[in-house]
């Protein structure tokens, strides 16, 4: 089926549709800014047309971004809310496997959903979780020592770190780990040839993925019914919407959002967070010399790598962007990593600077009714992890160039050469 894969990597001609439309545009993060800058200037509200794409408006400054996510009663989400080709939607449509995770729902069905487990994620709760982040954080800290000097630091430490910690919060035990690590690359790293395994057919691999997550999270819903403990697979499989039960497939696909909105993105967050840091060893020196640094380190990481590049709005009635006028049912790209590097929101908005003091002006997270759920955990484990490595190694740097995945969704370094010494 190699006429599906190609869909993956859309041969687009013009660079400003490119960046949106191209997974294989990610792999060079400077390009890629240039090329955004440039219409964040210009075109801050883009139109994209390519062939088997519906058209969409690319939205590149961080006023817009913010102000669309805002209305979220002018602009919804809706169940196509993921940038893909129609040719891909189609088939997970005409399959009955169109996504309907919370970024899939709007207005009483979305909040209902998200109060399952609105409180799992409040600050207080998340903080109730630092010793748990804290210890899984160590036992990482003492795989960089067990694996010598040198090893890639995304594959070897962020990926596994962040995974852990995620199941850690659902309770499946560690056991369960490298089966988890399939099922969310499955999901998430659909676009990168290296997460596809035989891969002739992507479209394959998301349903047979989806398939998995469903025996494995029934099966542990099944067991937390009949024996509540206090975990997050707990409350989803106990949870209720307007009075009923969640249901076998709602549960399904609040595992899914969870599993894969919390693993890759921070995992992506650490590493090219590590990586940017690297390139400034006085930054380094910085963090180590003040480790209250960590917590201004881990929003510029954030800001930084952008690690969720996009979703879609629909315009819900006409109305127009900066007097670009859009008409009912048309549909625009939030595009996070361009809103982040807006020189009206940050001082030098091109240059990594752990120390600056608009770092919480990021917009990675999103905003408004879709707020990132997780951000609490993202920060605490990013701010947990950096430090503790800065402070494990006497010496470290980068030993090769960070490699980064191909995505127009979920993206970011996915290598990460470093080598060190230990104190
Ligand atoms: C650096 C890491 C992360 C980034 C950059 C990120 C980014 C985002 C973004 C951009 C959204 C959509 C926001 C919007 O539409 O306004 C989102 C939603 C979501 N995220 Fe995260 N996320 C991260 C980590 C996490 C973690 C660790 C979890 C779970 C433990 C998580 C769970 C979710 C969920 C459940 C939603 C859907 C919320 C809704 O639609 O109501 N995320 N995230």
Redesign the pocket.
């Known amino acids: 089926m190699s006429d599906i894969s190609e869909l993956f990597s859309l041969d687009v001609e013009d660079p400003r549709a490119a960046i949106f439309l191209d997974p294989r545009t990610a792999t060079d993060a400077v390009r890629w800014h240039e090329v955004a800058a440039e219409l964040r200037r210009n075109d801050p509200v883009f139109r994209v047309e390519h062939e088997g794409v519906t058209p969409f408006y690319a939205i590149t400054r961080h006023e817009d971004v913010f102000e669309i ?1 805002r209305r979220s009663d002018l602009w919804h ?1 809706t169940r196509h ?1 993921v940038l893909m080709p129609d040719l891909q939607q189609q088939l997970l449509d005409g399959m009955g496997f169109t996504p309907h ?5 709007d207005g009483h069905e ?1 909040t209902e ?2 109060k399952v ?1 609105n409180d799992w ?1 409040k600050p207080a709760a998340v903080k109730g979780r630092q010793e748990a982040i804290e210890a899984i954080a160590d036992s990482y800290v003492e795989k960089l020592a067990d694996l010598g000097g040198e090893c890639d630091f995304a594959q070897d430490i962020a990926v596994p770190f ?1 995974l852990h ?2 199941m850690d ?1 659902f309770g499946v035990p560690a056991e369960d780990e490298a089966r988890m690590l399939e099922l969310t690359q499955g999901m998430f790293g659909a676009a990168d040839p290296e997460y596809m395994g035989d891969m002739s057919d992507p479209f394959a691999t998301i349903v047979s993925t989806i398939e998995d997550f469903q025996a494995y999270f029934n099966a542990l819903s099944e067991d937390r019914r009949a024996h509540p403990t206090g975990d997050l697979a707990t409350v989803i499989a106990n949870g209720q919407v307007d009075g009923c039960p969640l249901g076998e497939t709602a549960e399904l696909w ?1 595992y899914i ?2 599993a894969t ?3 890759d ?2 995992s ?2 650490l590493s090219g967070g590590l990586a940017e840091l690297l390139r400034h060893p006085d930054q380094v020196q910085a963090l180590r010399d003040d480790p209250g640094l960590a917590h201004n380190a881990a929003e510029e990481a ?1 800001r930084w ?4 590049r996009t ?1 879609l709005r629909y315009a819900q009635q006409d109305t127009e962007v900066r007097g670009v006028p859009i008409a009912e049912g048309e549909r625009v790209l ?1 595009s ?1 990593p361009a809103a982040n590097r807006d020189e009206d929101v940050f001082e030098r908005a091109g240059e990594f600077d752990i120390t600056r003091p608009d770092a919480d002006k990021l ?13 609490q ?3 605490r ?2 701010r947990t992890m950096l430090p503790k490595v800065i402070d494990a190694l006497d010496t470290i740097e980068l030993a090769g160039e960070p490699e980064f995945a191909e995505a127009n969704f979920v993206g970011g370094v996915k290598h990460l050469p470093i080598r060190y010494t230990l104190r």
């Open positions: 996510s989400n809310s995770t919370l970024v899939h729902m979305h959903h998200r487990t994620f962040t910690v995620i919060i609040y959002i969870v909105a919390g693993h993105t921070t992506y967050g954030i790598t952008s690690p969720v979703f939030l996070y917009i990675s997270f999103g905003v408004g009714a879709h707020y990132c759920l997780g951000s955990f993202a920060r484990e990013i």
